[in-house]
């Protein structure tokens, strides 16, 4: 959005009452959309926006970053209008705080993954904008070419993979432990691998105790013997405990001090910008755990929700935005992945769009979204951090007194 537009917004909304739709003074009031994102995607998003074409009414967008959930707090003249939800996990627990997305837009709130979160007694309450594929690790092919080794087929061959790696004086893993999603969507996958029915029951449970599933205890064991192995995370521990999701992906690509990086699609922009070499860029998705398994599809994602009360302008910003092709701008930029779509990405983007979109893939829902407090910054967040300190670069046998202290800590969250 341009900065005179954004000047013209600002002025515009210290005229506006709460909950009005009609005019003050001349000005119409602006549709406010919050947001989480910063820097290269809240550009791209802009794009989208820029792309849509002349509207009736002004756009503002309202950046909340980690603070996106305020969204739903008390009413004011700044309350947004639109919230781009990145946790549709959100969504069961603020019905009260929601409008019903129009009849024609709720099919959208109905496909596979989406439909229990943003559906309930047959009332849709929100649809998918962007699509998150968080099963992806973002290699340099050079490096493994200089080893003689292929990307992993299983979590075994994995392990060798890092093996052979650390061997020949490199560092296997980027950690970005300094956001704790990160771990959560590591230890996800590992458990959504070896029991997708107990990470479905957990999912859907009215109250969740991770703590009490002996192949939740499994799946952190098996984490643990990756992150504990010497040598396997670049700059070790410590530096993993301070860097940020950009800083790992340049750690491999920019200053090339590691392999590889467990990274969404939405790393993609910030890989292109900060490789040294454009073409020593490949991704391989999360194997299996055990021969004949299926490979874990975690998908999270951002979703367009209506709070109450809403307007007209508003439901007509959210149709303009889940038009087949809105989104294209910020395609064209990268990082994006739309649901069923499966065209008009890059290579990279194109593998995990097809795996998405392929009937009888594994795939669930970020759990740590679905777990509510447990999944959280002062949940599985800051457990899975303690468990990173305990074991990280330590050898194999601290992991089995760090996964008990582990469970203990996480059934202490669970009350």
Known sequence: M????????????????AGCSSDVL????????????????????????????????????????????????????????????????????????????????APLGRARLWKDLLVH?????????KTAHKSAVWYRPSVFAQVGVQPPRLWSEWL?????????????????????????????????GIAPAVYENLATATDPRPSRQPQFAEALRLVGTMWSAPDA???????????????????????RRAAMVLASDFAEPVVRSFAADPSDIELFTF????????APVVVGGDVMVL??????????????LAAPNAADPWIREGGFLVDGRVAGYSSELTRLAEQLAKPG??????????LGRLGDINGLWRVLTDFLIKVGGRGAAVVPEAVDAAVRELRKVEG
């Open 26 to 105: 001349g000005l119409r009031r602006s549709v406010r959309i919050a947001v989480s994102w910063s820097g290269q995607e809240l550009r791209a998003f802009h794009k989208v926006l820029d792309g849509l074409g002349p509207l009736d009414y002004p756009v503002e967008v309202v950046p909340l970053g980690d603070d996106i959930s305020t969204a739903f707090g008390a009413r004011s003249t700044r309350r947004p209008d639109i919230v781009m939800l990145p946790q549709p996990g959100l969504v069961p627990r603020h019905l009260r705080d929601l409008e019903p997305m129009p009849d024609d837009l």
């Open 307 to 320: 709070p109450k009360p809403t307007t007209d302008d508003a439901r007509d910003l959210v149709r303009r």
């Open 233 to 255: 995370l670049a700059g070790g521990m410590e530096r993993s405990l301070v860097q940020q999701f950009p800083d790992a992906l340049v750690e491999v690509f920019g200053h």
């Open 2 to 17: 341009r900065s005179s537009r954004r000047a013209f917004l600002g002025a515009a909304a210290t005229l506006v009452v």
């Open 121 to 129: 007694q047959s009332t849709t309450y929100g649809v998918p904008f």
């Open 160 to 192: 060798t993979l890092n093996q052979t790696l650390t061997q020949a004086g490199i560092a296997p893993l980027s950690l970005a432990a300094g956001d704790g999603w990160v771990l959560t969507d590591f230890l996800e996958n590992v458990l959504l």
């Open 287 to 294: 194997p299996p755990m055990t021969p004949g398994a299926a």
């Open 361 to 370: 893939e594994q795939l669930q829902f970020d759990l740590s979204d679905r």
